[in-house]
């Protein structure tokens, strides 16, 4: 039986929308990705963020946005995040072990979700940094495959190493026996991968604005051009990253739409600030 002691020993939930963690993984002394409990009534649309955080010294929650990196039909709820070493929140998630609780509150919200644009052939994903985040959850999304012929991941960061959580899950993904059975061999072909880099060598490099007007992309990847006809886009970077894309796609003749406005492409900001 328990004793009053045992009782008090026992880690109640104390915080407010408590889920707890169930893994970490650390990718780069910069970057994270955990998993953790999902409330049974949260219901999300694949792209959209949350609320999550911890308790800050002050007892109160400390909370920032994050985008949700799990598709909707998994039974966690996965997260990609940096680690700022001056950051209120995440010089102390950074330390999150599995069994510890954090903060999140089940209020789904955002503008990087499949009934923001209208119906097309191919649907690009541009991604810098953690902006790769909801993608990371649209990709394992069938319904992506079921409204597109064609998904191009573009992710581009600094440095090789800071590419391997977004390599890792598409190579899983190519694997994955539910798309698998939908697509059979033919996925590797659904679902195209462009990484780049930009300040270290690799296979492929440049930024993804240049790698567009340049049209190097279209010619690695054996596609026409962007059009407004064929071609719908999400884009999730810095604020310079996301106002420099808006200006090649619109270029190419896409307009940017809203949940409310369905249009050919739609931007979230991957974070708030300069970048560091
Ligand atoms: P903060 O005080 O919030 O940030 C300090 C500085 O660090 C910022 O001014 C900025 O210059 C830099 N910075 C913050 N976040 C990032 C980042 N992700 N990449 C590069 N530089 C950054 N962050 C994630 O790691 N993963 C996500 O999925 C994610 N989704 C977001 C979705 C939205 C809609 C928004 C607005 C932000 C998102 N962020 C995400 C950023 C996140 O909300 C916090 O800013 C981040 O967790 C750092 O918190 P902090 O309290 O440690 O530092
Ligand atoms: P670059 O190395 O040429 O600046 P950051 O760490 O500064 O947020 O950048 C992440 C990645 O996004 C880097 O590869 C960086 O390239 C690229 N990037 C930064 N700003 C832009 C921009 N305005 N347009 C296109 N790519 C950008």
Redesign the pocket.
């Known amino acids: 039986d328990m004793t009053v002691a045992d009782v008090a020993q026992k880690p109640a939930k104390t915080l407010p929308d408590a889920q707890t963690v169930t893994s970490v993984r650390h990718w780069t002394d910069r970057l994270f990705s955990f998993r953790v409990s999902r409330p049974a009534s949260l219901r999300f649309r694949s792209g959209e963020f949350v609320m999550i955080g911890l308790l800050g010294d002050n007892g109160k929650p400390l909370l920032r946005a994050y985008s949700i990196a799990s598709p909707n039909w998994d039974e966690e709820l996965e997260f990609y995040s940096i680690k700022v070493p001056d950051g209120p929140l995440t010089s102390k998630l950074q330390h999150i072990q599995p069994g510890d609780e954090i903060i999140l509150r089940p209020k789904p919200v955002g503008t990087l979700v499949l009934d923001a644009l209208l119906p097309g052939k191919r649907l690009w994903f541009l991604a810098?940094?953690t902006g790769i985040a909801p993608f990371a959850s649209l990709m394992r999304d069938p319904e992506t495959y079921e409204r597109y012929e064609q998904v191009i991941m573009m992710h581009?960061?600094?440095t090789a190493d800071e590419l391997a959580y977004g390599r890792e899950l598409v190579e899983n993904l190519r694997h994955d026996p539910l798309l698998g059975e939908l697509y059979g061999e033919d996925f590797a072909n659904r679902l195209l991968y462009y990484p780049t880099?930009?300040?270290e060598e690799s296979p492929l490099m440049g930024?993804?604005?240049d790698n567009m007007t340049s049209g190097k992309v279209f010619q690695d990847l054996g596609l026409p051009p962007i059009s407004p006809e064929t071609d719908r886009a999400m884009i999730c970077?810095?604020l310079?990253?996301n106002v420099?894309?808006k200006e090649v796609l619109e270029g190419f003749g896409l307009r940017e739409g809203a949940n409310s406005d369905p249009k050919e492409f739609v931007v979230e900001k991957a974070f708030v600030g300069d970048?560091i």
């Open positions: 810098t940094g581009t960061c600094r880099t930009t300040r930024r993804i604005t970077g810095s310079a990253f420099d894309v970048g």
